[in-house]
């Protein structure tokens, strides 16, 4: 009775997780394709198209990581301390991916002057490729950290393995939580001075030019972008709450909350949702898919309805 209720609870879980993934691996792919298909084109592609790309390849691991994690874990709770790992380099690396792109709009949009902002704009602005590249190196850095904290605990557990196989792989990073916290707050520190500094530059511009009263001047645009940025700013808190209660709960339970997880997997994908709403190029060739489809579709009930149509009449 007691596995019938686990296998009950594993097909509950795994539902919404494979909801997660297609829907990610519909909204990801489509952001990658579109910024890919504009560099093979010869397009112009910016800093923030290379960034956003980057997110969503990460997206998309982090996504198939987690399926992977919960589809083979009910099934075999051994060596999965290889997969835990990859895990948490593809969400430290969404998190920092996610601050670079604040800290790149920032320094693309505010008008500040200062001779510090000025020097990071030039450095930063066309150097993105690297900064991209140092981002997935220090999730690979604090990842390797955490698991080498975690190889004194796997050896002391070695030989206990066979009576408490139900927490031979819960606790082994136990040693490793404070390391961990403290390595998702550094890209969290640096979105919200970023996301803060951006959003004060708005409003002052917009509150400059609401005095001037030219009319001439369309505010839409600005109340655009601080309204983008408000909503990634409550993404990013809100992912970045979801994740350190996971933690939180490991520490205290000596396990990972499946139906966290998920909400890990679902956040991303409405943050891309958004992303591809509010970015005009990705809403135009969103269009565009989507009138196709439904051209095809509309298309093919015509054909049948002829071909319905002349069998009748024959």
Same mark, same amino acid.
């Given at each position: 009775?007691?596995?019938?209720?686990?296998?009950?609870?594993d097909v509950?879980?795994?539902v919404?997780?494979?909801?997660?993934?297609?829907?990610?691996?519909?909204?990801?792919?489509?952001?990658?394709?579109?910024?890919?298909?504009?560099?093979?084109?010869?397009?112009?592609?910016?800093?923030?198209?290379?960034i956003?790309?980057?997110?969503?390849?990460?997206?998309?691991?982090?996504?198939?990581?987690?399926?992977?994690?919960?589809?083979?874990?009910?099934?075999?709770?051994?060596?999965?301390?290889?997969?835990?790992?990859?895990?948490?380099?593809?969400?430290?690396?969404?998190?920092?991916?996610?601050?670079?792109?604040?800290?790149?709009?920032c320094?693309?949009?505010?008008?500040?002057?200062?001779?510090? %902002?000025?020097?990071?704009?030039?450095? !930063? @602005? &066309?150097?993105? +490729? /690297?900064?991209?590249?140092?981002?997935? *190196? =220090?999730?690979?850095?604090?990842?390797?950290?955490?698991?080498?904290?975690?190889?004194?605990?796997?050896?002391?557990?070695?030989?206990?393995?066979?009576?408490?196989?139900?927490?031979?792989?819960?606790?082994?990073?136990?040693?490793?939580?404070?390391?961990?916290?403290?390595?998702?707050?550094?890209?969290?520190?640096?979105?919200?001075?970023?996301?803060?500094?951006?959003?004060?530059?708005?409003?002052?511009?917009?509150?400059?030019?609401?005095?001037?009263?030219?009319?001439?001047?369309?505010?839409?645009?600005?109340?655009s972008?601080?309204?983008?940025?408000?909503?990634?700013?409550?993404?990013?808190?809100?992912? %970045?709450?979801?994740?350190?209660?996971? !933690? @939180? &709960?490991?520490? +205290? /339970?000596?396990?990972?909350?499946?139906? *966290? =997880?998920?909400?890990l997997?679902?956040?991303?994908?409405l943050?891309?949702?958004?992303?591809?709403?509010?970015?005009?190029?990705?809403?135009?060739?969103?269009?565009?898919?989507?009138?196709?489809?439904?051209?095809?579709v509309?298309?093919?009930?015509?054909?049948?309805?002829?071909?319905?149509?002349?069998?009748?009449?024959?």
């Amino acid at each position: 009775m007691a596995d019938s209720t686990e296998g009950d609870t594993d097909v509950l879980y795994l539902v919404p997780t494979l909801i997660a993934l297609i829907a990610g691996l519909v909204t990801h792919s489509f952001i990658i394709g579109v910024n890919v298909t504009d560099w093979w084109k010869g397009r112009s592609v910016t800093s923030v198209d290379h960034i956003v790309t980057s997110l969503g390849i990460s997206r998309i691991c982090s996504q198939c990581a987690n399926t992977l994690y919960l589809f083979i874990y009910p099934l075999s709770r051994k060596n999965m301390d290889s997969r835990g790992i990859v895990y948490d380099l593809l969400i430290h690396a969404n998190m920092w991916l996610t601050s670079l792109l604040c800290i790149v709009l920032c320094l693309k949009i505010s008008n500040f002057h200062s001779r510090l %902002f000025l020097y990071l704009r030039g450095m !930063i @602005l &066309h150097r993105t +490729v /690297y900064f991209i590249g140092a981002s997935v *190196l =220090l999730s690979a850095v604090n990842s390797l950290i955490t698991f080498l904290l975690a190889i004194p605990k796997i050896s002391s557990g070695g030989t206990y393995n066979t009576t408490m196989d139900n927490l031979f792989m819960d606790c082994m990073f136990i040693n490793s939580v404070y390391n961990v916290t403290i390595g998702v707050s550094f890209p969290l520190l640096f979105y919200c001075i970023s996301s803060v500094l951006l959003f004060t530059s708005l409003y002052h511009h917009t509150t400059k030019m609401k005095r001037s009263r030219n009319l001439s001047i369309n505010l839409e645009t600005y109340y655009s972008v601080m309204k983008f940025i408000s909503i990634t700013f409550i993404y990013n808190t809100v992912y %970045f709450i979801c994740y350190i209660c996971c !933690i @939180l &709960h490991y520490y +205290v /339970y000596c396990m990972m909350p499946a139906w *966290l =997880l998920i909400v890990l997997d679902f956040l991303p994908v409405l943050h891309s949702s958004y992303q591809i709403y509010k970015t005009a190029k990705l809403r135009s060739q969103m269009s565009k898919v989507l009138q196709n489809v439904l051209n095809f579709v509309f298309q093919r009930k015509d054909t049948e309805t002829r071909e319905n149509i002349e069998v009748i009449a024959l």
